[in-house]
């Protein structure tokens, strides 16, 4: 089957970091472009990061820029996302995508990163 | 960066009966290959986005004939041509054309 498995969202304190992994299965991860969209709590779709399917092309949204860090490791078919100076706008489910055919035609379950003291 | 807007923001539905959202873009969505770069997902109460349409017209893998999109440039439409108890969630369309994709705020459908 077909998926992908985020883990590693919990609550943290503002000026806090937090590693996201999305454990991909199912597929060849390494072919695929890979993506991070968020959802804050009752609040619609926000992309976030992009990492090509070789690791070398990254990019960021302005709101992350500097701060959140997307990489992967294709041997082990898991994305990450690293997350530095979290602030509590960045309170959100984390969801991961996969990039196939022009649209997210696989989504993760989600993992929630509450900022908060 | 291409701004997505979608319309109406809640949209009360009959099972059986048709149901339409309007999606407008920025900025065209159509590039030079003939294709139009814009997504439909829909995602259900407690789940994660599923993804309906890409390319503006073509129907995603499993995903039900009741269901189409439409509409060239700015201009989009996801048509719904009978509505079962099944289809409420919020819809947003996205924009691939360019980074960093945006989408629409969302439509929420719910049953009468």
């Known amino acids: 089957e077909v998926q992908l498995v985020e883990s590693g969202g919990d609550l943290v304190q503002p000026g806090g970091s937090l590693r996201l992994s999305c454990a991909a299965s199912?597929?060849?991860?390494?072919?695929?472009?890979m993506y991070w969209v968020r959802q804050a709590p009752g609040k619609g779709l926000v992309w976030v990061s992009r990492?090509?399917?070789?690791?070398?092309?990254?990019i960021y949204a302005d709101s992350v820029k500097g701060r959140f860090t997307i990489s992967r490791d294709n041997a082990k078919n898991t994305l990450y996302l690293q997350m530095n100076s979290l602030r509590a706008d960045d309170t959100a489910v984390y969801y991961c995508?996969?990039?196939?055919?022009?649209?997210?035609?696989?989504w993760g379950r989600g993992t929630l990163v509450t900022v908060s003291s | 960066d291409i701004v997505v807007t979608q319309s109406p923001l809640s949209l009360p539905v009959t099972p059986g009966e048709p149901a339409s959202i309007s999606c407008r873009s920025s900025?065209?969505?159509?590039?030079?290959?003939?294709?139009?770069?814009l997504e439909w997902y829909l995602q259900k109460p407690g789940q994660s986005p599923r993804l309906l349409i890409y390319?503006?017209?073509n129907r995603a893998s499993g995903v039900p004939d009741r269901f189409s999109g439409s509409g060239s440039g700015t201009d989009f439409t996801l048509k719904i041509s009978r509505v079962e108890a099944e289809d409420v969630g919020v819809y947003y369309c996205?924009?691939?054309?360019?980074?960093?994709?945006?989408f629409g705020g969302g439509t929420k459908v719910e049953i009468k």
């Open positions: 900025q065209s969505l159509l590039k030079s290959d003939g294709n139009n770069y």
């Open positions: 995508a996969r990039r196939g055919g022009s649209a997210f035609d696989i």
């Open positions: 996205m924009q691939g054309l360019q980074m960093p994709l945006t």
């Open positions: 199912g597929f060849t991860f390494a072919n695929y472009w």
């Open positions: 390319l503006g017209s």
């Open positions: 990492i090509q399917s070789d690791g070398a092309g990254t």
